[in-house]
């Protein structure tokens, strides 16, 4: 009998809620007994090759890209897990919403105290994905099934959320796995 499959990506984020996925230390193990990962870092692969049980997403959408990924994996994932604050809220990243995006480009490629750009060049590359004139979390862009708080959220909220639902249990996860002080 086959594993279910468990995808993750990271968006616009800092790939800390990552870094907490591998804090699970030693329940790794487990948890490869328990899955087959598909597109994710972990293994390196950069496209779902088949439908999956669950997939966790980091980080918001800033750009093209981004939203073509998560509409991938809306579309290929069973389950859809919205993890830390860039995905849940917009995070870091969506602090510049309040900035016109082309202050944010002029600051970023002409402006910027750390800046040398004489010709005032910003990129144009068609592989550059273009960006968005917001950033914006998860949810607004596609339907979400479980928000998992936090930046990043703890390995044992990680744990618990993607043990419960691969058992078939009901998501509970308790105050202390929720809160952060």
Not at 36 to 41: E, I
Not at 91 to 107: K, S
Not at 151 to 165: E, K, Q, R, V, Y
Request: proline share 8%; charged share 25%; net charge negative.
């Amino acid at each position: 009998m086959s594993k279910p499959r468990v995808a993750t990506t990271s968006l616009a984020g800092c790939f800390g809620c990552h870094m907490s996925l591998l804090d699970i230390d030693e329940r790794i193990l487990q948890l490869i007994e328990l899955v087959d990962f598909d597109r994710s870092p972990i293994d390196d692969i950069k496209h779902i090759s088949q439908r999956c049980a669950v997939g966790l997403v980091e980080g918001g959408c800033c750009n093209e890209e981004n939203v073509h990924v998560l509409h991938e994996f809306r579309e290929n994932c069973d389950v859809l897990i919205s993890f830390g604050d860039c995905a849940t809220m917009g995070g870091i990243p969506a602090m510049r919403n309040n900035i016109p995006l082309e202050e944010c480009i002029n600051e970023a490629y002409r402006d910027g105290p750390t800046v040398y750009n004489p010709e005032g060049i910003v990129p144009q590359d068609p592989e550059i994905p273009l960006l968005l004139n917001k950033v914006y979390p998860c949810h607004e862009v596609v339907k979400i099934d479980y928000f998992l708080p936090g930046c990043p959220p703890s390995a044992d909220t990680l744990w618990a959320a993607l043990t419960a639902l691969l058992t078939d249990k009901p998501v509970e996860l308790p105050y202390e796995l929720l809160k952060y002080d």
